[in-house]
């Protein structure tokens, strides 16, 4: 019964959508709800009080109190991809569904399936149903089209309204999300119906299983892998097949068995061993041909949203270009086509492994090209990690970010660690310079919405052993973009401790050198005018100091980096988190 001031008597054991809507999440494998919450979550904080209360607590998932909704949702981005179990996230009606930024964007180019919930402001005025208007800002939070808000960074977005199907409404909006390929999902609930009392109910969960893999035809399989055991020069572009860990070495075996070698780009994960002789290398905003691109005769493009930026780098005319992809035709971006022989939707591992089969089964490798071909791709990947490894010298002084790059490959060696990146314009150093080869070792948002990295530590540590450390590399405005004081705090408060390293250029290099990009001889180039510096500089690690207890330091002197990173490391292994500013030539 509502009451007078329009609460619910006493509700001790009540069941309502809400509870239903968190046991559901649960039967998902759902183990988090990061949680930013409102007046239209009582039915959630109530649900999860009578948990506690009857000691069932451990039947919901558990909830992480995110004071900023971008930490809340890149920490269920990165969790959902380092365990490969969808994750959901908890806001505050149009107002923090607004917060989530560009958050969703990235939650959608990097495959994060991720359910999001959000209440809606309540319908009714005058005590009609629980859950009714009662607060001024039930109002001024109505919005005439909330789900519009998102629709066009989600797979689906649906508005719960009743609690008598609500699970199966949930069930059904994470098959969406898991399956290919992954993204967010959006559901909202108007407070009356998230109060609606129900009877218990199960559902059987096996009944909303993602998608199975999809397999390449007959047809495909053998025109791909004669083209590929055919070919003079053959490469394989990748981007994001290494989201799946288990695809990395079938992608090695493929590679192996005819000597292709393998571009990364614009990659976010390991898609391939970095320190494998037929790694050839990462693109990310390349302004110059690459030469293995120009030269290949035949190329595979597997799992990837930008192979090659064509006004720069692009293959020969007459390559044939085969896609593979579980997204080959991109409808979620408006523009975008390559010349490609075939598009094949496809799970990446079950492709190349028929791929694979099929030349072995068919001996299509001519043992002698191929050995040929193998001795000197290596020996060309040989000779670009030393030129590289040549340039990591330390300047006179100056932390260079390749230097500061080799210095943490050297930290990290033989270590469990995972690393995840935002380092902007120097992905492609912290790439060519860490080279990363465990698959699964590497994350980045695979958006470009920046400051995922803050929260996304956050949510990569719970999601990893005890014994594993994450370690965020940041650019200076990435980590301001993360909302470090919510993103720092809420690892203190949930014992999920991680080292950042800031590539600290006091300020935007990025806009900096688009500009340059356009107007080379511009007024802005002229005058060196871009707008971007940060000076004067906030303490940045300060700031974690202040909000997380995070141990804090600077540095500027390349002879001190080795021991200050050995000593942050040290810190983050004993439980706190840690944040160094290194410092680079200025932007
Ligand atoms: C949410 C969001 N706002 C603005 C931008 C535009 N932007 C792209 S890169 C960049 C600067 C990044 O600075 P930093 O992290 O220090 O890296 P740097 O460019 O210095 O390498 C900005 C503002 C963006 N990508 N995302
Ligand atoms: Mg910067």
């Known amino acids: ?114 359910l999001i919930f959000a209440g809606a402001s309540p319908y009714t005025l005058e005590g009609e149903l629980p859950g009714g208007r009662n607060e001024f800002i039930h109002w001024l939070q109505d919005a ?37 390929p992954p993204g967010p ?24 299983r993602p998608v199975e893999p999809a397999a390449l035809t007959a047809e495909t399989t053998a025109e791909i892998a004669t083209a590929l055991a055919h070919a003079r020069h053959p490469l394989i572009v990748t981007s994001y097949l290494g989201r799946n860990p288990d695809a990395v070495p079938v992608l090695a075996e493929l590679a192996e068995l005819l000597a292709i070698g393998v571009v990364e780009s614009a990659a976010f994960c390991v898609n391939f061993p970095g320190d494998h002789p037929l790694h050839c290398g990462y693109q990310f905003t390349t302004t110059e041909q690459n030469p293995v691109l120009a030269e290949a005769d035949v190329i595979l493009v597997v799992d990837s949203h930008v ?53 072995r089964d068919e001996n299509l490798a001519e043992a002698q090209v191929v050995e040929t071909r193998r001795a000197e791709i290596a020996a060309a990947n040989e000779d670009r990690r030393a030129a590289l490894d040549a340039l990591e010298r330390p300047e006179a002084g100056v932390i260079t970010p390749r230097y ?35 698959p699964g070792c590497y994350l980045g948002s695979g958006g470009g919405s920046l400051g995922w990295a803050g929260g996304g530590a956050v949510g990569a540590k719970l999601a990893s052993s005890a014994e594993r450390t994450v370690v965020s590399l940041v650019g200076d405005g990435s980590y301001l973009f993360g909302v470090p004081a919510s993103a720092q705090w809420v690892a203190r408060r949930y014992h999920a401790p991680s080292l950042t390293v800031i590539y600290d250029n006091r300020g935007w290099a990025a806009p900096k050198f688009s500009t340059l990009r356009v107007h080379g001889h511009g007024a802005a180039a002229a005058a060196d005018d871009f707008h971007v510096s940060f000076d004067p500089e906030a303490d940045l690690p300060g700031i974690a100091a202040a909000a997380g207890g995070a141990y804090a330091a600077t540095v500027a002197d390349p002879d001190e980096l080795p021991g200050v990173l050995q000593d942050a490391l040290a810190v983050v292994r004993g439980g706190r988190s840690a944040v160094i500013s290194a410092q680079l030539p200025p932007v």
């Open 404 to 438: 500061l790059t080799g210095c943490l490959r050297e930290l990290l060696a033989g270590t469990d660690s995972l690393v995840l990146t935002e380092t902007i314009t120097n992905y492609q150093i912290v790439a060519e310079h860490l080279r990363p080869a465990t």
């Open 185 to 208: 999902v959006y559901l909202v609930g108007p407070r009356e119906v998230m109060e609606e009392p129900l009877e218990p109910y199960a559902v059987d969960p096996a009944q909303f």
């Open 144 to 180: 005439r089209d909330q789900r519009g808000i998102l629709r066009g960074f989600v797979k689906y977005d649906n508005e719960i309204r009743t609690g008598r199907n609500v699970k199966q409404l949930v069930h059904r909006a994470l098959q969406i999300a898991r399956s290919d």
């Open 1 to 114: 019964m509502p009451t007078a001031a329009g609460g619910h008597a006493s509700t001790a054991g009540s069941y309502t959508t809400s509870t239903a809507f968190l046991e559901a999440l649960a039967e998902a494998g759902v183990s988090y709800v990061f949680a930013n919450l409102g007046s239209d979550h009582p039915g959630f904080i109530e649900a999860f009080a009578q948990a506690r209360a009857q000691g069932r607590e451990e039947e919901f998932p558990r909830l992480i109190i995110c004071p900023h909704e971008t930490v809340a949702l890149s920490a269920a981005h990165a969790y959902a991809s380092v365990s490969r179990q969808p994750q959901a996230v908890l806001v505050h009606v149009g107002d923090g569904t607004q917060n989530l930024g560009g958050e969703v964007n990235n939650a959608m180019r990097g495959h994060a399936p991720v």
């Open 307 to 359: 192979p090659w930026i064509p006004a720069t780098n692009r293959p020969a005319p007459g390559a044939a270009i085969y896609v593979i992809d579980i997204d080959p035709l991109k409808p979620t971006m408006p523009m975008w086509q390559i010349a490609a022989r075939r598009f094949a939707v496809a799970d990446s591992k079950v492709a190349l492994a028929q791929i694979a089969r099929l030349v």
